[in-house]
């Protein structure tokens, strides 16, 4: 297939991207970013780093950060939970081996020796559960960026990385299906940063990501596009043709783990206060794994909807009740094409539109990429009202199982669960 021609594209954001002023405003953030690490991660205090001092530091790794704006400048949208950010940080803070394999990764130079260090880091927390590590390299890659801006994409994703590098044409050495992350973050860094700047994107890795994420240059590598609901701009994700379902049916393993979930969110709920309803036809496999008290587990949905609307709301996977509203509603994906889930939340949406409940999809942590593509189909960007996205929120199996081990839970309101949810544009 034939490239289109960037030149006028790039020529345009040369024009309109005030580089050094951007580049001065990302020079005093990574000082701050390089402050905190020093003084606070790898500081000889004992006492925990506050939340207030991570949330600083949260908005210049992630666009997604407490406190952030459309106007902000932070590296990019991490799908890292708040709260997890915060453990994040204490756990370098608290653990000298972790964090000074983080802060040597920050600081060396030499790319074979860097990615040596990242595949370290990914062997040593393989079992951390922490969002540290994952197959996207998000995370690491935002430490990297915050830290040096100048020679680190905001680019932070592989699978972003990879598209790229596949659109522009780029040679880089290796693939995504042999080579390790840490080599994969490395090198995807070099051959894009170098390779733009070949092609007249010139200045610092910031500025050269903030091209590829220019929206007439994101909807020729990504597919992603913008259109007008009636007085409000709203984005849309076209998969590439070639992006087909396996539809296989998820294994027994994958329908325990699905189960087991459910059946925590159930408890988290009951905990919380909430009476809980359940399918009809999950009951006999959920409470295998929760047990609720008398009165908690609704035998009929007490909602006075029509039947099309009831017959749908039955069927979501788990609902947290309070007297006759539902104030939260789940769907744990399980299946390869996340579809199911979303598809019931849409038909929600749908027939009601002026609902006011709280959605969410979980899944597993790697399945977070897809999820996030999927909602911003046009099918569920074009709804009446607002978009599913706005909506409905991604929880990970990591998130709903910390969630639950909360030892002050009982003194929690649901509100707790927004510092783990991940929200698409």
């Not at 390089?34 to 925990?48: C, N, T, Y």
């Not at 653990?95 to 130079?109: K, M, P």
Request: aromatic share 6%; proline share 4%; glycine share 6%.
């Amino acid at each position: 297939m034939t490239k289109p021609n960037l030149a006028p594209l790039i020529a345009e954001f040369n024009q309109d991207y005030d580089a050094d002023a951007k580049d001065q405003v990302w020079e005093k953030q990574s000082k701050q970013f390089r402050d905190f690490w020093e003084k606070r991660v790898l500081g000889s205090s004992s006492a925990p780093i506050t939340d207030d001092e991570c949330d600083k530091i949260i908005r210049i790794l992630d666009r997604n950060g407490k406190g952030n704006t459309k106007e902000s400048e932070a590296v990019a949208k991490a799908m890292v939970p708040q709260g997890a950010w915060r453990r994040m940080f204490n756990e370098f803070h608290a653990n000298n081996e972790l964090g000074t394999l983080v802060t040597a990764i920050l600081r060396e130079v030499d790319p074979e020796k860097k990615a040596g260090l990242i595949d370290k880091l990914y062997k040593m927390n393989a079992k951390g559960g922490n969002n540290l590590t994952g197959p996207s390299g998000n995370t690491v890659s935002a430490f990297l960026a915050a830290y040096d801006p100048v020679n680190n994409l905001s680019v932070i994703s592989l699978k972003h990385r990879w598209a790229l590098i596949e659109f522009l044409g780029l040679k880089v050495g290796l693939t995504a299906e042999k080579d390790s992350v840490g080599k994969a973050i490395v090198m995807t860094n070099i051959a894009l940063r170098d390779g733009l700047d070949t092609l007249g994107v010139k200045g610092s890795a910031r500025t050269k990501s903030r091209f590829c994420y220019r929206p007439a240059m994101t909807a020729l590598w990504k597919g992603e596009h913008t259109v007008k609901v009636a007085d409000k701009s709203v984005n849309v994700t076209i998969p590439p043709a070639d992006d087909k379902e396996d539809d296989k049916a998820a294994s027994k393993d994958e329908l325990r783990q699905s189960m087991k979930i459910q059946g925590l969110i159930a408890r988290i709920g009951e905990t919380l206060g909430f009476k809980i309803w359940l399918p009809r036809g999950d009951r006999g496999r959920v409470l295998t794994v929760w047990t609720p008290h008398e009165g908690v587990l609704l035998d009929d949905l007490p909602v006075g909807y029509d039947s099309s609307v009831i017959k749908t709301i039955e069927q979501i996977d788990v609902l947290w009740m309070r007297k006759r509203s539902i104030v939260r509603a789940f769907e744990v994906e399980h299946t390869t094409s996340v579809y199911s889930g979303l598809l019931r939340m849409a038909d929600l949406v749908a027939l009601l539109p002026d609902i006011n409940i709280k959605l969410h999809i979980v899944a597993p942590a790697a399945k977070r990429d897809k999820v996030m593509q999927e909602i911003q189909r046009p099918v569920f960007s074009l709804l009446e009202g607002r978009t599913l996205s706005e909506m409905c929120t991604f929880l990970s199996y990591d998130s709903i199982e910390s969630i639950e081990k909360e030892k002050l839970l009982v003194h929690m309101s649901d509100s707790a669960l927004e510092a783990f949810e991940e929200k698409a544009d």
